[in-house]
């Protein structure tokens, strides 16, 4: 006879979950905000995936350990600058938590002074429309205001560990 309540599987170890999660092909972002000081943040993101149509909403996650967590959770708008397959310095630069992430980084303003990185595959543009804690992360859903793209270059990708360019996979 079956148990009503059947015992649950031990949870996997982080080691094995990071593993089996590194699988997953994705994309590489810069995730930018402007301070309330006027202050340049950005990070390497590639927990970002659109969420719905109408209205456009996207979603991204950031741990509750990154020093930048307070300076996106009070910002009105951020951008998701989508990554070039020539862009991966920039990736491993603002993956960095040491050193100057802006020096010699080519932008311009968006909407509410969000930094958009020169040359990106995509911008989207975003009110910080609500976040939540999940676990050890914070959930972002921003409503994307603006987004443009380019189709001239590869993208680059995140895979077990390693950046990809698309030809290379």
Sequence with gaps: MLSPHPHSPPEPSSRQFRGAMGMFATGVTIVTVRGEAGELAGLTVNSFNSVSMHPPLIVWSLSLRS?????????SHYAINVLAADQHALALRFASSSG????GVDWRPGVDGVPLIADALAHFECANH????EGDHEL????VERCTHRTDAEPL???GGKFFAEQAL
């Excluded at 100057?100 to 020096?103: E, F, G, I, T, Y």
Aim: proline residues 4%; hydrophobic residues 40%; positive net charge.
């Design 67 to 75: 020093h930048s967590l307070p300076t996106f959770c009070r910002a």
């Design 157 to 159: 990708i995140f895979h």
């Design 100 to 103: 100057d992430r802006w020096a």
């Design 130 to 133: 609500s976040h939540q804690t």
């Design 140 to 143: 972002f859903i921003g409503r």
